[in-house]
């Protein structure tokens, strides 16, 4: 029997995601119509003998009740949220819940970071574990070299895949093999957790009660990882699998594309998929590559939709309306000839007739295998916006005949005329 842990950070985590994160925990963000998490637990529920999935983090229950549900419903597998008191580390929260986690006695059990998505190579990963004498296998995966110091570097035998170094977010070069934040692990991995704490405790102790260091947090990749290289039981399974971080909301976009690229071959059903008798038998829109669109969305039938393009609950597209590579959250409306491209729209936002809201992509380079998304920061060092892509948060509006290019718009905003490159407060 199998477990797998999905670490969902808490409120103080994901703050790059913002204004996206601003009204939905960033884990439930959706990406090509699901939330983030929903894509790991569609992964998990795939590996045959995966009895249990536990989202660990530190987000207050209510958040994530409603959630868990809909899972359980969904999938008919047990699924739980436990509650951190507080950010105990990568690993602090599996040690605290050891009992839950221990209980049926699973031969193994995965953590999957809820901040990456990709095409998560789970049962082959279980096949590489049964053949070595492993604690832990990690899924790494190719990055180029200055990128690659971003991410926990893996040094490994090449026949073997045994790590022989790991060093988390490195100052300087160490490899381009990298820690892509899906684990399986041996229940023994508990025993270096349960030692750890121990010596974390003392030392608490012998400074008389006043460090603040919380014995409690510990890190699966500097305690755990770090000190097992070379040792022999600890392996990397390298993976050429899509696979991406998603830490800013300009990644969002980037991951959406993949993602609906990933249910051609995992659930085409998914995606909207008109043929030409459909268009000659009813008036459809025109859908143009891969797109998502919710069972309760109205579209008019001479709206252009695609490619890329993710369409949520209850939301209305008017005619003439044309959509690419955007992502039109639930309760959203679009009047007539409006154009989003590289966009998030916001949930219950309204955008007029005739205007045209557009972002810049942020893709990793093309030209550049194993490219990876670079997750710069808001302001460039000119003190300007560096271009991304168009966010308008929840319940914005928009009025029509105006322009809106690479804005991040905050939530409840109504806008009154064109902007451009500017962050509304
Ligand atoms: N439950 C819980 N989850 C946590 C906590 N801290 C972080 N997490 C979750 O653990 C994941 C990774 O956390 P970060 O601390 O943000 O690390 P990172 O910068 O993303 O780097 C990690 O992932 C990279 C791949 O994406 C790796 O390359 C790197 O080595 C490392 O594992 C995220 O999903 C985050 O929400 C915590 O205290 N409690």
Known sequence: MLKAIILIGGPQKGTRFRPLSLDIPKPLFPVAGLPIIQHHIEACVRVPDLKEIILLGYYPSADLIKFVQEMIQEYKIAIRYLQEYTALGTAGGMYHFRDQIKSGNPVAFFVINGDVCGDLPLLEMCDFYGEKDALVVVVGTEAIRNQSVNYGCIVNDKNTGEILHYVEKPSTFVSTLVNCGVYLCSLDIFQILASLFKKKEEEYIYNDLCSSNNSSIMQLEQ????????????????????????KSAGSAIYANRHCLQLYKKR?????????????????????????????????????????????????????????????????????????????????????????????????PNPNKPFAKMDNLPLFNTNGKLNPSITILGCSVSVPSEVILLNLIVLPYKELSRSFKNEIIL
């Open 223 to 246: 305690d755990v990882l770090r000190p097992l290289a070379g040792t022999g039981k600890a392996f990397v399974y390298q993976t050429n699998n899509w696979w991406s971080q998603l």
């Open 267 to 363: 659930h085409p059903e998914w995606l909207t998929n008109l043929g030409i008798q459909d268009l000659q038998v009813k008036q459809t829109p025109k859908i143009i590559g891969n797109v998502f669109i919710h069972p309760t969305a109205f579209i008019h039938h001479t709206a252009v939709l695609g490619p890329n393009v993710s369409i949520g609950s209850n939301v209305h597209i008017g005619p003439g309306v044309r959509i690419r590579e955007s992502i039109i959250l639930s309760g959203a409306s679009i009047s007539n000839h409006s154009v989003i491209l590289y966009s998030v729209v916001g949930r219950n936002s309204k955008i007029g007739a005739w205007t045209r809201v557009e972002g810049t992509p942020c893709d």
